[in-house]
């Protein structure tokens, strides 16, 4: 059985909203919702505010959909302007102004959802999920990001304003913990070789 | 200012998350397999963490989603079509409802395999990344990697540039795993599979296909080229493609998105009268080759491509011939079919397969046209 790569159906998607299709409109909305809610409310920590911004986003496609197949990375596209759409929500209720993105403190999810199925023991999961927790804020979204949102480097570095190299060190630094969390009892003497 | 100071283990750490993402460079995958190669131990790590990259992660079930888009819908409903307008336009309504009655029937079983695919996935790509490929070839060069799938069965494969391959039933791919990545990325495809390929300009992609060879530097696309199939078909759904017909070198087809190119496959090229209805493109006047350029096929009620159906797990046909349609349903699930009534072959037929089998496909097909078949343990007869 086949898992399609989502891309795929963006490019698809794209060509059908640009010829007026409310269905492929619906899927994109549909297959992005999760993902650009948590992006939203990690941000803004209120799942009202999130909704609101991720319909927003949305039905700016739609009103543009003739412009559609000017969008180069759609999906990175909906993340950015998910993002900068939450930041002044929350820079206008807070007055504060400048919100750092990368500071932002939120709760990964679960690293397997099913880790039976690829022979992972239950303490292993565990002590992982514990480590993701632990990583520091801006490694733990970058991580995030790359890994939960299948961003590649450029991607979330543009997403982040930081640049590629920063990606690099923080998930190597997420590897090299989340390496010692799985294997704990051994990674230690090989690290240093 | 990542490399020579580094340990091996190290440049693993900073190569694996790269591989991961799809960031890689071709010559750091190439760094990735040797250290990979040379330290065994790292393989379980690479393997889990792989693993890991490919959960499906989901905050809302789907029905709280589709909730979002019902409040979403009804917030701005000025500015969509009610259903019921949407009926008026063109029975899509009336489609839409068979469309997603189906997806749900057939959704847990497609949850049920989901098991069996993540491991099948992860066993083929790791096989790919991390052994040398001895075991899987006979009686060619030990450089060669081949993933071939049966009737019925279809694969996914992750090249090591990070381009994905998606191969259907009935098809092989193959290359050399020495060579693939270092100036350029070559495969040899037999049957049908869509490529979705990592972009870069320095190493083209190329697809050698019977006796067409396709030049990418990234984009989508579907080739489907059965030897045993009258027709080899190239689709492109984004970026470009370049494609040269071996025996004539000079002439290049350039596609954009949304165009397809037939050509007829000599191999087996009868001169077939539903061939004479193609439009022959000026190319090609005094040859024997018979090339068309079209339209990727967009199936209005399914609202889905039709070339491209099949990856998502769909069988899609629009008024396509008995005789053709078999031999595609017999990679599809893995089954003979014989015609005993030659006459049978020349049905049309239009529709969609997704979860059925193959009874409830014949069942469905003899509604629209009189036909009676017999099924003999893996043969089916049509009468």
Redesign the interface.
């Known amino acids: 059985m086949i898992v399609l790569k989502p891309q795929i159906t963006i490019a698809e998607l794209q060509l059908r909203i640009f010829h007026n299709e409310q269905t492929a409109y619906k899927e994109l909305f549909e297959l992005f919702y999760n993902k650009l809610f948590r992006l939203a409310f990690i941000i803004t920590k209120s799942r009202e505010l999130s909704e609101e911004i991720v319909s927003d986003v949305f039905i700016g496609i739609w009103r543009r959909r003739e412009h559609v197949l000017e969008i180069n990375n759609l999906r990175l596209y909906l993340y950015i302007s998910v993002k900068n759409t939450s930041l002044n929500y929350l820079a206008q209720l807070t007055k504060t102004g400048v919100v750092c993105l990368e500071e932002l403190d939120f709760e990964p999810l679960q690293p397997f959802s099913n880790p039976e199925e690829i022979l992972v023991t239950k303490e292993m999961n565990q002590r992982l999920n514990d480590a993701i927790q632990n990583l520091p804020p801006r490694c733990r979204i970058i991580f995030k990001l790359v890994k939960e949102d299948g961003l590649s480097y450029n991607e979330a570095a543009e997403l982040l304003n930081l640049s590629r190299s920063t990606i690099d060190n923080q998930l190597v630094l997420a590897i090299k913990k989340l390496t010692k969390a799985l294997f704990y009892s051994f990674s230690t003497s090989k690290n240093k070789s | 200012?990542?490399n020579h100071f580094q340990?091996?283990?190290d440049r693993f750490?900073?190569l694996?998350?790269?591989q991961?993402?799809?960031?890689i460079s071709s010559d750091e995958n190439a760094e990735l397999s040797e250290i990979l190669a040379n330290y065994p131990?790292l393989r379980l790590?690479a393997e889990?963490?792989a693993?890991?990259?490919d959960?499906?992660?989901?905050?809302?079930p789907?029905v709280e989603?589709?909730e979002?888009?019902m409040?979403?819908?009804l917030?701005?409903k000025s500015?969509?079509?009610f259903d019921g307008e949407?009926d008026q336009i063109g029975g899509?309504n009336n489609a839409?409802i068979n469309f997603t009655s189906a997806k749900t029937v057939f959704l847990p079983k497609?949850k049920q395999?989901?098991?069996?695919?993540?491991?099948?996935?992860?066993t083929i790509t790791s096989f790919l990344f991390f052994y040398n490929p001895k075991s899987v070839s006979k009686e060619q060069s030990p450089a060669i990697s081949s993933v071939i799938t049966k009737y019925g069965n279809?694969?996914?494969i992750n090249l090591p540039d990070g381009s994905?391959v998606?191969l259907n039933a009935g098809s092989r791919l193959d290359y050399n795993s020495l060579d693939f990545n270092k100036t350029l990325r070559e495969v040899d495809l037999s049957g049908e599979a869509?490529f979705?390929i990592a972009h870069n300009v320095a190493k083209p992609f190329i697809v050698r296909s019977g006796k067409m060879q396709i030049r990418v530097l990234g984009t989508?696309f579907n080739v489907k080229a059965y030897p045993e199939e009258k027709n080899i078909e190239t689709s492109l759904?984004?970026g470009s493609v370049e494609i040269t017909i071996n025996d004539r070198p000079q002439d290049k087809y350039i596609l954009s998105?949304?165009e397809k190119l037939v050509i007829s496959n000599n191999g087996l090229a009868q001169k077939s009268p539903t061939l004479n209805t193609v439009n022959v493109s000026k190319a090609d006047k005094e040859n024997t080759d018979i090339i068309a350029l079209k339209k990727v096929e967009y199936h209005a009620i399914e609202?889905i491509?039709v070339e491209?159906a099949w990856?998502?797990?769909k069988l899609v046909f629009k008024s396509e011939k008995f005789s053709d349609l078999a031999k595609r349903m017999e990679r599809w699930y893995d089954i003979e079919i014989r015609f005993r009534n030659l006459s049978k072959k020349e049905l049309k037929f239009t529709g969609i397969f997704t979860s059925e089998t193959i009874q409830q496909a014949l069942k469905a097909m003899r509604v629209v046209h009189s036909f009676t078949y017999m099924k003999e343990n893996n043969i089916i007869f049509i009468d």
């Open positions: 200012m990542d340990s091996p283990v750490v900073t694996l998350p790269r991961l993402s799809g960031s131990d790590q889990l963490f693993a890991m990259w959960q499906e992660k989901k905050v809302f789907s989603v589709k979002a888009y409040r979403h819908f917030k701005y500015e969509f079509l949407q899509i839409e497609w395999l989901m098991a069996a695919g993540l491991l099948l996935t992860i279809k694969s996914k994905q998606w869509y979705d989508m759904i984004k998105p949304n609202k491509v491209t990856v998502q797990n």
